[in-house]
C-alpha cells in the first residue's frame, strides 16, 4: 500500500531525475546521426575552434516564423545547432533569435543590421501570397561583427557559421603569395578561392623581382604563366624551397583553341622546372568517357545540342588525403597525365584521378566533334591529374595540378562561377602546406553535386529491356497464381465429400 509519505518520496525522487536530465542535457548536447555525409555532426575542425574561443560571443539569428515547412525545420536545425555550438564553447557563445516579421522596427534593425528578406511563395487560404522571409544571422566578437546574409540547410549552416567564428578570432594572418609577371592571371581572377583564403590568410600578389621577400609567404601559389619565365626567376624559387617554403602549381601543358579545332603543346620552362623536381607533366590530352561537354551549333538546326567532350573530364577519384578527401567532383578542361621521376629524397602522393575509363592523346590534337566515342578510346584508368611531392630534406612541399584554369573565375566580362569542389581543392593544398588544415575537413563537409555512375550500351539496353518486359512477366506470373489457385478450389467443390 503506497502512504502518503511514500508518494511524496516518489514524485521528489521523479522530479530530482528530470532536473537532473534536463541538467545534464544543457550542458552535454547529444544526438545521433545517421546520415551519409554526417551533416548533423558537429566536424574536428569546429570543435578546435570552439576551444579556443576565450571570449564572448554574441549570436543573433533573424529568422521568420510561419512559413513552409523546410523553412520552420531550417530555423529548428539552426537552432539545434546554436545549441551545440554553445555548449561545446562552455557557455562563450549566446543566442537569440528574433522574427523580424513580427514588427517595423525589428525589420529595420535585421536589414541595417545587414540580412536581406527574401521574396518567397507560400499557401494561405487557397491563394499563393508572396512573403518577406528573414533567414540570416550576425555573429559578434566585441565590436566587430560578421554577417551571415542568407543560411543554408545541411552541412551549410555548419561552414558558414565556423568561417564566421573563425574570420573574428583570427587576428595574425600569414600571407599566400601568388606569382604574377609572366602572364598569370591576377588575383581578382580567383574570386571563389580568394572567398576560403580570407579567413586564415591575406593573400598578395607578387613578382619575382630582386627586392621581393619570398620567406614573409606560407605557400606561393603560381598558376597557369603564359610567358616564357627566366633562370633567374627559377632561381629564386629553388631558394625559397630550399629554406622549407611550399609552393602551389597549376600548369597548362597542353592548351586548345576550340573554334579552330585543334590543341597544342604549351610551353614555359616551368614544365622543365618541376620535371627536376620529380614531376613531370606530360604533353598530352586526357580524354575521359565521365566528362563535361560543349555547344555545338548543327546544320539546319537554331539550337546549339549538347554534346560529351571527353578533353572536358569531371574527376571524382580522389586519394584519402586531407587535400582531397571528401571532395565530390572537380571538372578539368583540357588536362595532362602525371608521373612521379623523383629520388628516394621525394615522397609523392598522387591526389586526384581519371575514372576507369580513360585514355591519353599525344599534341597536337584535331578535335572531331562528331566522333563517336568507343571503349577503345578509353584504355586506360585512374590517371593522376594532381599530386603532392614532399622534399625529406627541406620539408618543403610542392602540389601540381595538370589544368591551369581548374580554379580561375576569370575577371570582367569573362568572370564565371567555377565548379565548388574546384576552389575547394586549391584552398584546402594551401591550408595543408601551410600548416593549418582547421577548416579542410568542413570545407570538404559541404552538399556536393553525386554524379550518378556512368553505365555503358549494353547495361544500358539490357535495363531498357528489363524495364518493358519484366511488369508483363510480373502481370503474366500473377494471373497463372490466381488462375491456379481457383482451378484447385474448384476441383475441391467437385469432391464428393466437399462440405
Known amino acids: 500500500m503506497i502512504t502518503k509519505k511514500n508518494l511524496t518520496y516518489y514524485i521528489l525522487l521523479s522530479a530530482g531525475i528530470l532536473i537532473l536530465i534536463n541538467t545534464l542535457a544543457y550542458r552535454f548536447f547529444f544526438r545521433l546521426d545517421f546520415t551519409e555525409d554526417q551533416r548533423y555532426t558537429l ?122 567564428l573563425k574570420k573574428l578570432t583570427t587576428t595574425d594572418k600569414p600571407a599566400i603569395g601568388f606569382i604574377t609577371g609572366h602572364g598569370e592571371p591576377p588575383l581578382a581572377a580567383f574570386a571563389q578561392v580568394k572567398q576560403g583564403l580570407d579567413v586564415l590568410y591575406v593573400p598578395e600578389e607578387i613578382t619575382l623581382n630582386d627586392s621581393v ?15 616564357s619565365i627566366s633562370d633567374a626567376d627559377f632561381l629564386k624559387v629553388d631558394k625559397y624551397l630550399e629554406q622549407g617554403g611550399n609552393i602551389y602549381v597549376a600548369i597548362n601543358r597542353v592548351d586548345a583553341k576550340l573554334q579552330q579545332g585543334y590543341g597544342f603543346s604549351h610551353t614555359t620552362g616551368l614544365e622543365s622546372w618541376l620535371k627536376a623536381k620529380g614531376i613531370n607533366v606530360e604533353d598530352n590530352f586526357i580524354v575521359d568517357a565521365n566528362c563535361g561537354s560543349v555547344q555545338v551549333q548543327q546544320a ?32 578539368l578542361q583540357f588536362a595532362s597525365s602525371i608521373k612521379f621521376t623523383g629520388d628516394s629524397t621525394k615522397v609523392y602522393t598522387p591526389l586526384a584521378f581519371t575514372s576507369d575509363k580513360s585514355g591519353t592523346q599525344p599534341a597536337p590534337v584535331y ?6 566515342w568507343t571503349q577503345a578510346d578509353f584504355p586506360l584508368k585512374h590517371i593522376p591529374v594532381a599530386a603532392l611531392v614532399e622534399d625529406t630534406k627541406t620539408r618543403s612541399k610542392l602540389v601540381v595540378v595538370s589544368d591551369g584554369d581548374m580554379s580561375v573565375n576569370g575577371t570582367g566580362e569573362g568572370a564565371h562561377q567555377i565548379q565548388p569542389d574546384n576552389a575547394n581543392f586549391m584552398v584546402n593544398a594551401i591550408d595543408f602546406m601551410s600548416d593549418d588544415t ?62
Do not use: C
Request: aromatic fraction near 8%; hydrophobic fraction near 40%.
Open 367 to 372: 578535335f572531331n566533334i562528331e566522333k563517336r
Open 300 to 331: 539546319n538546326f537554331p539550337i546549339p545540342v549538347s554534346i560529351s567532350f571527353p578533353y572536358l573530364p569531371i574527376i571524382t577519384n580522389f586519394a584519402d588525403h586531407p587535400i582531397s578527401k571528401g571532395l565530390g567532383n572537380v571538372v
Open 43 to 164: 566536424s574536428q575542425s569546429t570543435i578546435n575552434i570552439l576551444d579556443q574561443i576565450n571570449e564572448p560571443v554574441t549570436i543573433t539569428a533573424y529568422m521568420s516564423e510561419g512559413l513552409q515547412p523546410q523553412f520552420d525545420q531550417m530555423r529548428k536545425d539552426f537552432k539545434d545547432l546554436l545549441s551545440e555550438y554553445a555548449s561545446r564553447s562552455k557557455g562563450q557563445i549566446v543566442y537569440e533569435f528574433i522574427n523580424p516579421n513580427k514588427e517595423e522596427k525589428l525589420e529595420r534593425k535585421a536589414v541595417e543590421a545587414g540580412v536581406q528578406p527574401l521574396l518567397i511563395t507560400i499557401r494561405e487560404k487557397d491563394q499563393s501570397v508572396q512573403k518577406k522571409a528573414y533567414l540570416g544571422a550576425i555573429v559578434q566578437v566585441g565590436e566587430n561583427s560578421e554577417v551571415i546574409p542568407f543560411i543554408q540547410p545541411g552541412a551549410q549552416m555548419e561552414y558558414a557559421l565556423t568561417m564566421a
Open 438 to 499: 582547421g577548416l579542410i575537413q568542413l570545407r570538404s563537409k559541404q552538399v556536393k553535386m553525386r554524379p550518378l555512375d556512368q553505365l555503358d550500351d549494353s547495361t544500358k539496353s539490357m535495363l531498357k529491356i528489363l524495364n518493358f518486359i519484366l511488369p508483363i512477366l510480373i502481370i503474366i506470373a500473377i494471373g497463372i497464381i490466381r488462375y491456379q489457385k481457383r482451378r484447385i478450389q474448384r476441383l475441391k467443390r467437385m469432391e464428393e465429400d466437399y462440405v
Open 213 to 227: 621577400n619570398l620567406s614573409k609567404y606560407k605557400t606561393l601559389v603560381w598558376v597557369n604563366p603564359q610567358d
